[in-house]
């Protein structure tokens, strides 16, 4: 069986350099897998079905690597004892060192003419240490296995997207760092409010004239049962239209707006807490108290824990010729409890880069994050700021190089908690990382 593998892995490599060489948007390797072997995709670009003549198999994956050199501190002065002493609490001593591997298997299929399977496992991560499947789908451009030229002239411009697997909210899960999934980020951190869920879902596309829209529906949940008890279950539903287009050979436009209702009291809470791969800032900000490794994976993150939530995303991009602005505004609302007011919450980002060298294989840029806002009505304010700077080097299309400096700071409010390091916290320092996606 190993020997198997290997000769299998070893044809794949083979097969997707051969076809990467090929100039063509409808490669099969770039229509099986097209995040990884561009910048700058968003939604699979809608282009003609490659032929089909026997089911065929890509076999990918992705590993990162990080050296984290950051320190932690706290306004706060009063952390309360360690539990179970009478001694004060502190903060845990941060080191520099590198941070546990992370790699990702990908499996994609063609089954029929414009019809794609993709299936993402993570063999390791922050939160699992041993091998999870994230999730999968299935994409379907075209209904020739139906009967040939079946609603042709509506499956020009159509999609059908159906799994169990991220959901299209915004547009930042498309740059987002999939815990071994790094190409793809120019920074080594993904956003302080960090929207993406894996869920059952269901989505219907239309494309026509650089125009895109979608609407979707899922069942809210992140880990699957058919059990109700007392659950107070309900679907989602989201949307998104946008524009895209390559204006001339210098200069793209796409701006794009996303809404998402999640209905369920005890489902639809996962939007900013669905990741299981975890947080790229291993550890800031926790004190002796604080759970450690796989039960505390998402720190540096912010997630508002509203049920029943109502939330939008817009997107800016911009590149023209090696400059590029990627922009993020984002508003949700609502309710932490059944007899609380609602809350909400805005999350505002920057990124602005510069691509140089013959093939854009370099660049340097930053970006700024900043959330704010309420649990309820009378509560008072959170704040977070961050902002990172850095550079990369695509050693090859495969292999990217970062590294950053990133600053991130609480306001100085009980809200944080009375005793918590989060009030008045701050981290920064330099993180380096290596990937390689294929």
Not at 157 to 170: C, L, P, Q
């Amino acid at each position: 069986m190993k020997t198997m593998l290997m000769r299998a892995s070893m044809l794949a490599v083979l097969f997707s350099g051969v076809i990467s060489a090929q100039d063509t948007t409808t490669s099969m390797r770039d229509y099986l897998a097209p995040e990884k072997s561009t910048r700058n995709v968003f939604e699979d670009p809608k282009v003609a079905s490659p032929e089909y003549d026997g089911v065929k198999v890509s076999v990918g994956g992705d590993f990162a690597l990080q050296f984290q050199g950051l320190d932690h501190w706290t306004e706060n002065k009063n952390l309360g004892v360690v539990t179970g002493t009478t001694q004060p609490n502190y903060l845990n001593d941060m080191g520099n060192d590198f941070n546990l591997p992370t790699a990702n298997l990908d499996i994609n299929a063609y089954l029929a003419k414009g019809v794609k399977m993709h299936l993402r496992t993570y063999l390791s991560a922050r939160h699992h240490n041993e091998a999870w499947v994230k999730g999968g789908y299935i994409q379907i451009d075209d209904l020739d296995f139906i009967k040939e030229g079946f609603m042709g002239d509506i499956m020009k411009h159509a999609r059908v997207k159906v799994g169990m697997d991220e959901i299209n909210y915004g547009d930042t899960h498309f740059r987002r760092t999939d815990n071994a999934r790094a190409i793809t980020n120019p920074f080594v951190g993904n956003y302080i409010m960090d929207s993406f869920s894996t869920e059952a879902f269901g989505e219907v596309y239309g494309f026509y004239n650089n125009f895109l829209g979608m609407v979707g529906v899922s069942n809210g949940k992140l880990n699957q049962t058919a059990y109700k008890g007392t659950n107070w279950n309900s679907p989602s539903v989201y949307a998104k239209v946008g524009y895209d287009k390559q204006l001339n050979s210098d200069l793209r436009v796409r701006l794009t707006g996303s809404f998402i209702q999640t209905n369920g009291w005890n489902t639809g809470s996962y939007l900013y807490s669905g990741d299981r791969g975890g947080s790229r800032y291993y550890y800031v900000l926790l004190t002796a108290n604080d759970a450690m490794g796989t039960s505390n994976y998402a720190t540096g993150r912010f997630n508002p824990g509203f049920r029943k939530m109502q939330a939008f995303q817009i997107n800016p991009f911009i590149k023209y010729q090696g400059l590029e602005f990627f922009g993020v505004y984002e508003y949700v609302t609502g309710q932490k409890s059944l007899t609380a007011t609602k809350g909400n919450y805005t999350q505002l980002g920057a990124e602005l880069l510069y691509r140089f060298g013959g093939k854009e294989q370099f660049y340097v840029g930053g970006r700024y994050n900043t959330v704010n806002g309420k649990d309820n009505d009378t509560a008072d304010e959170r704040k977070i700021d961050r902002y990172n700077l850095g550079g990369g080097w695509f050693m090859t299309k495969n292999i990217l190089a970062k590294v950053e400096y990133v600053n991130q700071k609480y306001n100085n409010d009980p809200v944080w908690g009375a005793t918590s390091a989060l009030r008045g916290g701050k981290f920064n320092g330099l993180m380096f990382e290596a990937t390689i996606g294929f």
